[in-house]
């Protein structure tokens, strides 16, 4: 591998730049995720007879929650691929 | 690749500054919908009926609590893209 | 690409503070507008005549809460664009 | 662009502050209005015939959380274009 | 610009130091804030005829917990204006 | 081994990013799916005869909220064998 | 403006040291204070014949936990105006 | 030992990283499955006739939420053997 | 203002030694004390004729609690002025 | 003891990463085994006849727990003895 | 002042270390002091009769929660002026 | 004391590897297991004639929470004496 | 004072080493004995007539929380005074 | 004193090591064991009869939350003494 100092440093800004995005950017749809979930199994303990409309809807909530996290992931390709 | 030190400068400034926009600015958003979502589920079981009023509603809110995701990946892009 | 070393650094100074001032300042109003949204969604399900209004008033209180996230948009324009 | 080292730093530290400034300013005043504006929610549901004046006290407990965020705006608003 | 390495580190210090006095400084004050407001729309809803009393015992103790935000102010003026 | 300074900051800088990205990538859905399960036990101590619909909504539920864990591996693989 | 780099420092020093000073003081106060107006305000809604009563305690209490955070006021000065 | 500072250097970087990733990648799963444990133990209290539908089910929580934990297993091998 | 390298470097570590004392040291007493007087309102409006006990042995408690506050402020004095 | 600079670094990393690694590590099965333990004791409080039951299946949940525990250990060692 | 570079490092030495020992010492005991006299409060309030055996026992345990700040103040003391 | 500056890194690095590794690594068990001991007091309080079944199954539970203490331990032990 | 860089390095580490050992080392038993005396304050107000008891079993469970923040007294004075 | 500069480093990383160790590895023993007392405070108020049997079993359950703090401390030995 003959590469100069400067690729050296390119190389490693990104793999930090992109690794601080995905791993950070995958706490807070994570936790929200779950929160989601939780309650939604909580839901359907109390309402079984809404068992279809439940999951629906938890997974529309999840659509929504899940945004920021597919955010970052094109964030995180982005730096890794183009920049 | 010939690339000047001031350019792997360059390239590692914007790969951690869009990195750090785009993950931290994910959290918030995130936890926010999360949250959001969660209580929809209790409120849809609680007023089976509501179902599709909550639905709606629950996506203007998460359309707002949104907004901070999407300027954070606005700023990444500018980062990334135009700077 | 020919750029000199004090253009790097304004590059880099300035992909960071903008990083830092959209991302971290996402966190406030999503946790804060995702704390409206879940209580607007109990209110509607306690008060379901009242669902009109709690949506326009959700989206008032939201408003307000919106208004450091702009704040923090409008710095990273700045720092990005004009400094 | 022909600038100095000097002014590279300048520019580099404008920057950072005036995104620490807003970026965390904006923590505070978006927690707060989003509590208060949850609580307003639950208390719109639990006396109806309050609305009105629910929410012109919530835009005023609003208004004085809201001013720490205007402070982190004026500063950073100073230390970008007047240092 | 014709600015010497010491001006720059002066300029460099005064805005980080005057943007994390205002910053961090708007954390207190506004969750502070926030809480006391949240509490005083539970308060109207459970007794709606003390609104004008709670209304402005709300902005009393609101002023006592804006008074470290206004410090903060000065203090970050101070450092900005008269270093 | 004969390698050069630029090989090993690369090396270096990839398995610190890597490193970040997996490693807190895996504290939002690790918790996440714990509030998701924990709350399905719960569910299914409310409501024994709901034990298969729970416990495929649970999967459902988890599958969502990994996604953002499958990310991290998928961004942290990216980081240490294409880059 | 003829400084010298130890001029510099010394002014970067005595920001930076007020700046952390005032800024993290400000949130003990800020928040205790917040917690302090909060209950007056329960407290308020619950014995209404009392808010004259309640309000002077509240005061007083504030009165005491509004001291640290002028010590930190007086030792930002003491770092900015006389070191 | 005969080696160079860049070997050093490598052997520092995966050290580091690998820590990094395995050590905070512990924290999620950890308490995940803390909680859907301790949630079980009460699950299995309040229907005894339930224990072994709930153990599996709480396996079958634990192995998902166990996911992002062997992730990080394997990214921990990949940066120390293969890198 | 004729000063060495060795006197910046004093002052600079005086200011930050002290504003790290103080600033740090307000958030303890400050979250303390206010936690004393929320719960002194509380109890004010459950035992009205208390009020005059309460209050005082609310200062006591407060006397206490303010302590370290004052120790946190002595030890700035000495950096600042006798070191 | 005659060791060169580079072996001296591979040392420190080792030291620090291990350290991090197993450190960091401990948090998440502490936490989580002292979470499930808590709440069978409560089990077993509430059904003082399952005790054997509960005691089984809290160490099948403190064995799922433990394992990201290990993994840690395992990595530890790797970075320590093969490295 | 005619001082050294080494004499300039350990003023600075002492200031943060006394600075960092104080003012991070202050946290723990402000804060379980105020959790202490809160709760006293409370007991006041339900138990009339006895706030003066609730008062002197609050001060004893006061008194050993103090303890640490007490030793912070001592370390603090022994760092500036004996060291 | 006649040593080279890497004996001098190496037992630097040594220290704080097994500083760390000990010390974050006491946190987790720590707090675990004064969990499962403050529940297994209010078990006893509750059913007090299985004192002797709590306390024995206690020590089990906080065997388990133990033991990525003492794989700390080891790791510590490891670091210090053996690298 | 004539002094090396050497003791200049010396005074500085033993100074900062000694302020993190006993400045950190007072948050766990601060808070930890803050607790036991809150909830002491508790059950005396629920069982006045075991205010002896309760105390002499408040300053056995104090002894022991304090243990930790001696053990960091100790240090720190080994550290000052004999390294 | 006579010191060369790896002497000075060596003690300024014994310091420091032994420093981090003892003092974060005293959170977690103190807060545990405040935890346990607490809630041995609650139990003896609620099973007077029951205060001998419960002051032992708070003792045991001390004992082994204890021993990181008892770990952490012999770490700090080590890298004082005998490194």
Same mark, same amino acid.
């Given at each position: &591998?003959?590469?100069?100092?400067? %690729? $050296?440093?390119? !190389?490693?800004?990104? /793999?930090? =730049? /992109? +690794?601080? $995005?995905? =791993? !950070? *950017?995958?706490?807070?749809? +994570?936790?929200?995720? *779950? ?6 199994? %909580? $839901? &359907?303990?109390?309402?079984?007879? &809404?068992?279809? @409309? !439940? @999951? @629906?809807?938890? #997974?529309? /909530? %999840? /659509?929504? $929650?899940?945004?920021?996290? !597919?955010?970052?992931? #094109?964030?995180?390709? #982005?730096?890794? #691929? @183009?920049?």
């Amino acid at each position: &591998m003959e590469k100069s100092l400067a %690729d $050296a440093l390119i !190389i490693m800004g990104k /793999a930090i =730049g /992109a +690794g601080l $995005a995905m =791993g !950070i *950017g995958a706490i807070g749809p +994570g936790i929200g995720e *779950g929160n989601i979930g939780a309650h939604a199994m %909580d $839901a &359907m303990a109390r309402q079984p007879e &809404m068992v279809g @409309t !439940i @999951t @629906t809807r938890m #997974l529309i /909530a %999840d /659509a929504v $929650a899940e945004s920021t996290g !597919i955010y970052s992931l #094109l964030i995180a390709f #982005l730096i890794l #691929l @183009t920049l």
